[in-house]
């Protein structure tokens, strides 16, 4: 709503004046902090002169959606960006990620992203380290189409041990057979490789105005949303997949790796 608000030229003020409402009122509906009826949501559009009917109705449904999800259980415990995350899953219609120094969380063992969560700096007590990985194994139960591109290198550091890293890798080996999963493995011995020096997830909207991607920061999640910068993740997703190992030679290959073990 902000980005249709500030194509149509209007202030947050000038668009709380629309509604009868305040301009606090407006920043707290586009940022997501409270709802916004679909009364007002489609008076919003149509002063904002937004003609495409799929995104409106899409943002309606997104906006009146009642539905409590199960992140909710976490809100006050675990910073708003997992929840945001968690939130944008419910919504998404696929995923897509590629990953470089460590395997994603939507695959990781328990033991996998306690060690991972483990060198946190500062470090979590022993209370809020269960409580992350709890919720990142709450966060698996997804069944949307999910390609994930990861590379060798976050294959064979050990964020543990032996036993935990041979774990992991069976485990993207079982994963890899799920219907709605396509892992690709981005192998050491590619020349030229210099497209994926740092992680992404692109979540696919209800229509594409409404994608997103997620890259991790220092400090949390950034989101990102703007068209111009979709495009160029849409690009180079595409284009890393284009060299990554076909899911059958991945697997070939993450197979050797557990017998490295």
Known sequence: MRRLREAAGLTAREAAALLGTSRVQISHIESGLTGVSEERLRRL???????????????????TDRTRGWWEEYRGLLPTSFLDLSELDHHSSF????SILFVPGLLQTEDYARAVFSSRVPELTADELEMRVRYRMARQAIDISYEVIIHEAALRIRVSDRA???TQLNRLLDLSEADHITLRVVP?????FSRASSTMTYAGGPVPKLDTVVRDAPHGSVFIDS???LNAYRTRFRKVKALALAPERSRDLIHRLTKEL
């Open 45 to 63: 559009a149509s002063h904002y002169a937004c003609t495409d009917d799929e995104f409106v109705d899409a943002l309606v449904a997104m906006a």
């Open 188 to 192: 050491f011995d590619l020349d030229g």
């Open 95 to 98: 995923l897509r990620e590629v």
């Open 164 to 166: 935990t890293s041979r």
């Open 227 to 229: 068209e111009a910068q």
